[in-house]
């Protein structure tokens, strides 16, 4: 059984109706967390996330807003601090990858890539911020990727926002650290989603370990990282990707 280390927190994790981000709210709630779900719009999957949540004795809330509109970022705070007092735990999980030529990419193409991946992240920093200072404790931890490592081919929006979410989490770190709150990111390599099978030759060729990585062991750090045995990794990107040269 896990341990309780994070019995009476809450977290907030978005996008987390399916795949790593429900991975990442289930394995909270194994350590005692509270979860607020979030989803663009695909309300049964956030249910089925919920349930699994709750299945482990904890309390959930499900927050169904897109996190690329700025219209709905302040419903989708507003809503979660109604529901629990205090977002203790901050997982920015949500993100978008189309890939298109750069030459071909437009202002709302570029823009979704951005305030989905990036700009939600400081939107809902800035909102659970002032909870977590008044509290003297919180984590923020956000998803970077290979992308945050390396440019990628007709990805540049994608490139840059995650390069973007480094740049925030470094500078979160120096900010609120002296305040109990560290800010770090996560960069999955290329990990299993919607039940693909994990042992496809063209997928795993450059992975040393010989397959793709589960949601759960992405969310397995996640968790490390917010809890209270990590109290000393601040300011870090950590990678998660079976050793994939960068």
Not at 24 to 35: D, E, H, R, T
Not at 78 to 88: K, V
Not at 100 to 120: A, E, M
Not at 158 to 186: C, D, M
């Amino acid at each position: 059984m896990t341990e309780q280390v994070l019995a009476g927190k809450t977290a907030f994790v978005s996008g987390s109706g399916r795949n790593i981000g429900r991975a990442i709210a289930v394995q909270l709630a194994k350590m005692g967390c509270n979860v607020a779900i979030n989803g663009a719009s695909n309300r049964g999957a956030c249910e089925e996330a919920a349930r699994l949540v709750e299945a482990e004795g904890v309390k959930s809330a499900v927050v169904i807003g897109d996190m690329g509109k700025r219209s709905d970022l302040d419903r989708i705070a507003d809503e979660a601090l109604q529901h629990f007092g205090r977002i203790d735990i901050l997982v920015n999980n949500a993100a978008i990858r189309p890939h298109k030529p750069f030459l071909d990419l437009s202002d709302d193409d570029w823009n979704s890539v951005v305030d989905t991946g990036l700009t939600s992240a400081f939107l809902m920093s800035r909102a659970f911020l002032p909870g977590m200072v008044e509290g003297g404790w919180g984590r923020i931890i956000s998803m970077a990727g290979m992308k945050a490592i390396k440019g990628y081919f007709e990805g540049a929006p994608i490139s840059a926002s995650k390069h973007g979410i480094v740049g925030l989490t470094r500078a979160l770190s120096q900010e609120f650290g002296p305040k109990g709150i560290t800010a770090n990111a996560v960069s999955p390599g290329q990990t299993r989603v919607d039940g693909k099978d994990g042992k496809d030759p063209k997928r795993i060729g450059t992975i040393p370990v010989g397959s793709l990585g589960e949601p759960e062991e992405i969310a397995a750090v996640v968790a490390f990282l917010a809890s209270p045995a990590a109290r000393f990794v601040n300011g870090q990107m950590i990678g998660v990707n079976g050793g994939e040269a960068t």
